[in-house]
C-alpha cells in the first residue's frame, strides 16, 4: 500500500474524501490522430467502491477503461493504481499488480473450454516453467492441481458449476459474461474493472448479475462498470462519474448525477 | 480429464481421433501404436521401409514442433525449416570443419559429441527462434509469414553461398554416425529406432508442454491476444517461448539427419520443405497433438509409396499434384484437418445466436 503524506491532513480537515484511494487518474488525455477521446479526465476510487462510468455512445468509456488497463498508453496525465504509477505499463504487467476487467464485446478463448478460460486467468498467480511443466516436477504438479480447483470454485462462485468442460464459444450469451468475470477474478484483483456486464441479458439475467457484483464487492474488491442499464448503475453504484465528448461532465452519487442537467442534456440532447 | 469434455458429444471414434475419450482408451490406443512401431522392422524386413519410416519419424517431429507456432500459438510460419538446416548446419560444422579438419581430432574419439549436438543442435535453434522471432512480435497473419518466408530465405541463402563456413552448394560431407559406448548406428535397423525414440521423446516432451500452464497461454494467445494480455500474460515472452520451442525440435531433428545422411546440403532445405510440413500440421489437424502427428505419418508414407508406381517415376510431379489436390479437398470438407478436434465439435453445436458470433460482428474496439 501507499504511504501516502496527506492521509493524516485528510482525515484532519475533515475532507469527504477518504484517505488513500485505490486508483488515481490524473489529467488523463487520449488522442487517437485529431480526435481526442479523452480529454484530461481526472477520476479516483475508493477502496471498497462500486464505481459506475456512465456516458453516451462515444463518450470514450472503455478508451479511458483501456488506457487504465494499460491496453493504450495516455497521450499525457497519469494513472496511480494503489499509489504506484501504472501508465504505459503492458497490460499483463497491471493486471498482476491487481487491476482485472472484463470486455465489451465478450473476449473469451471460444475454443477453450470453461474450465480451461479461468485457468488462463490463474496464469499471473502461477509461475510453472518450461522443465518444471515437461519433468512434472512435485511443484509444478501441486500448482496445476491448485489451479484447477481454484478455477472450479470460481466457475462455482459466478454460478457456472457443472458446465466446466464446454467450449466457451457455445455458451449462452448471460452465461459468456459471467465466465469472463469468473475468468477475470482468477487474476486475484483487487480492483475489477467491468465493461458492460449486462450488455444482453434480460431483466432477470441482469438482477442475478447485480447480485454477483454485489456480492464481488462485500468479497473485498474495488469494482469500476461500465453500464448502460441504468437501473443498474443507479441500483448498485456508490458513485457515479459520467463522460461526454471524452470529458468528465458529472460526478457524484447516483442522486445527485441523475439530477444534473447537463447529465440530462448529455444523454437528451439541448433543452430537452 | 475435463480438457475433453468440448468433444464429448462427437462419435466415440472420432472424439478419441480428437483427444477426447476416456483416458483409459487413449492410453491404450497409444500403447498399441508404440508396441506396433517397434515391431514393424520385424514385420517388415526391407530396409527401404525401414528408411521410409525413419524419415518419417522426422517429418512426425518437425510437423508437432511446428504445430507448436502454427496450432497452438497461432503464428503462422513459412520458414520452419530454417531451424531444421540451423541444427544440421550446426553439428556438420562442429564435426567436420571444427573438431575434424581445423583441429585433426579423429571423430570416433568424440563420439558423445554426436549425443550433445543432437541437444546443442536445438539449443541453437532455439535461440535463433527466439531471436529471429523477436522482431516479427508485432506482425500478424500476412505480414508475419512474408518474414518467416525471408529468414528462410537468408539461411538458405548463407548456407549456399558462405563456403569458408558451410562450403556451399558442395555440402559437408563426412558427417559421422551415431554410436554411443563402441555400439554403432550403422545399420538402417538401428537408426530406424533412434528415430523411433527421438520421436518418442519428442512428442511426449511437446503433449505436456501444452497440456500445462504454457501451452494454455499459448493457446490463449491464438484465440485472443489482447484478452491474453489481458488475463497477465506475457504475450511477447510466451510467442517467443513458442518459438524457440517450435525451433529447439527443428534443431535436434537437422541435427539428427546430418548424422543419419552423414551429409547436409542446401537441398536438404528448400522452401518446398518448409511447405511441406506446414502441410503436414495443416492435413493433420493445427492446434492439436495427435493430428500433425498423425498426419505426417500417412502423407509421408503415401508420398513415398507413390515412388513404386512407374508412371509416378516418370511423372515425379504427379506426387505435388496429388498432395494439392487431397490438401484442397480436405479444406472443403474437412477444414481444420483430419484430426481436427474442437471444431469438429462446434460444428455439431453452433453456437447460439448471438453468442460469441455477435461479438465477432462487433468488432474489436482495442485492435
Known amino acids: 500500500m501507499s504511504s501516502r503524506v496527506e492521509t493524516p491532513l485528510a482525515d484532519a480537515t475533515g475532507t469527504a474524501r477518504p484517505p488513500a484511494p485505490i486508483l488515481e487518474i490524473d489529467t488523463v488525455m487520449k488522442v487517437f490522430g485529431g480526435l481526442v477521446a479523452v480529454n484530461a479526465v481526472d477520476m479516483y476510487v475508493n477502496p471498497g467502491e462500486i464505481v459506475g462510468l456512465i456516458g453516451p455512445n462515444g463518450a470514450g468509456k472503455t478508451t479511458l477503461f483501456n488506457v487504465i488497463t494499460g491496453v493504450y498508453a495516455p497521450t499525457s496525465g497519469h494513472v496511480r493504481f494503489e499509489g504506484r504509477a501504472i501508465d504505459g505499463a503492458r497490460p499483463s504487467k497491471i493486471t498482476a499488480l491487481g487491476i482485472g476487467r472484463t470486455f465489451q464485446n465478450i473476449r473469451l478463448f471460444g475454443e477453450m473450454t470453461a474450465l480451461e478460460n479461468v485457468m488462463v486467468g490463474r496464469h499471473c498467480r502461477t509461475g510453472a516453467g518450461p522443465l518444471g511443466v515437461v519433468l512434472r516436477t512435485p511443484g509444478a504438479v501441486r500448482e496445476e492441481r491448485a489451479v484447477r480447483e481454484r478455477s472450479l470454485e470460481l466457475l462455482e462462485y459466478v454460478g457456472l458449476g457443472r458446465i466446466e468442460g464446454e467450449l466457451a464459444r457455445n455458451l449462452p450469451y448471460g452465461s459468456q459474461r459471467r465466465l469472463e468475470i469468473a475468468r477475470a477474478l482468477a487474476t486475484e484483483p483487487r480492483l475489477l474493472f467491468l465493461d458492460e456486464p449486462a450488455a444482453g441479458m434480460n431483466p432477470q439475467e441482469t438482477q442475478s448479475l447485480v447480485r454477483l457484483v454485489r456480492q464481488i464487492r462485500d468479497s473485498g474488491l474495488t469494482i469500476v462498470l461500465i453500464e448502460h442499464d441504468m437501473r443498474m448503475v443507479m441500483g448498485i453504484c456508490d458513485r457515479v462519474v459520467v463522460l461526454d465528448h471524452g470529458e468528465k461532465i458529472s460526478e457524484g452519487t447516483p442522486d445527485v448525477v441523475r439530477a444534473d442537467p447537463k447529465v440530462v442534456e448529455a444523454y437528451l440532447g439541448k433543452s430537452a | ?367
Not at chain 2, 540451423?86 to 571444427?98: D, K, P, R, S
Not at chain 2, 559406448?181 to 538401428?190: A, H, K, M, S, V
Open chain 2, 1 to 367: 480429464m475435463n480438457e475433453n469434455a468440448g468433444t464429448r458429444k462427437l462419435n466415440p471414434l472420432a472424439a478419441i481421433l480428437a483427444g477426447g475419450g476416456p483416458s483409459w482408451v487413449q492410453r491404450a490406443i497409444l500403447g498399441a501404436v508404440v508396441a506396433f512401431a517397434l515391431m514393424l522392422p520385424f514385420l517388415l524386413q526391407s530396409n527401404r521401409w525401414l528408411t521410409l519410416f525413419t524419415i518419417v519419424f522426422i517429418y512426425v517431429v518437425l510437423a508437432s514442433g511446428l504445430n507448436i507456432v502454427v496450432g497452438f500459438t497461432g503464428l503462422l510460419d513459412l520458414g520452419y525449416v530454417a531451424f531444421y538446416a540451423i541444427g544440421g548446419y550446426f553439428t556438420a560444422i562442429i564435426m567436420v570443419q571444427l573438431v575434424r579438419n581445423r583441429w585433426g581430432i579423429e571423430l570416433d574419439s568424440v563420439w558423445w559429441l554426436v549425443w550433445l549436438n543432437l541437444l546443442f543442435g536445438g539449443v541453437v535453434a532455439a535461440v535463433a527462434g527466439a531471436v529471429l522471432g523477436y522482431p516479427t512480435l508485432r506482425l500478424r497473419g500476412d505480414y508475419l509469414a512474408i518474414m518467416t518466408l525471408g529468414f528462410h530465405e537468408i539461411i538458405r541463402i548463407v548456407a549456399n553461398n558462405w563456403v569458408g563456413l558451410t562450403r556451399g552448394p558442395s555440402g559437408i560431407s563426412g558427417i559421422p554416425k551415431p554410436s554411443i559406448f563402441g555400439f554403432d548406428f550403422n545399420t538402417q535397423f538401428r537408426f530406424y529406432y533412434l528415430a523411433l525414440g527421438m520421436a518418442l521423446l519428442s512428442l511426449f516432451v511437446i503433449s505436456r508442454m501444452v497440456r500445462s500452464r504454457i501451452g494454455r497461454a499459448w493457446t490463449a494467445i491464438r484465440e485472443d491476444e489482447v484478452a491474453a494480455e489481458a488475463m497477465g500474460i506475457h504475450t511477447s515472452r510466451y510467442k517467443l517461448l513458442a518459438y524457440a520451442a517450435g525451433g529447439f525440435f527443428a534443431g535436434t531433428m537437422g541435427a539428427f539427419l546430418g548424422h543419419y545422411l552423414n551429409f547436409i546440403h542446401p537441398s536438404n532445405f528448400k522452401l518446398m520443405e518448409s511447405i511441406t510440413v506446414l502441410s503436414l500440421v495443416v492435413l493433420g489437424g493445427m492446434g492439436n497433438l495427435a493430428g500433425p502427428a498423425v498426419g505426417a505419418v500417412i502423407w509421408m508414407t503415401l508420398l513415398e509409396w507413390l515412388r513404386d508406381f512407374e508412371f509416378v517415376q516418370s511423372h515425379p510431379e504427379v506426387r505435388g499434384i496429388l498432395m494439392g489436390l487431397v490438401l484442397v479437398t480436405l479444406m472443403v470438407f474437412r477444414p481444420k484437418g483430419l484430426f481436427g478436434s474442437r471444431r469438429v465439435a462446434l460444428e455439431m453445436h453452433p453456437a447460439p445466436p448471438g453468442a460469441v458470433g455477435k461479438a465477432l460482428v462487433e468488432g474489436s474496439d482495442v485492435e
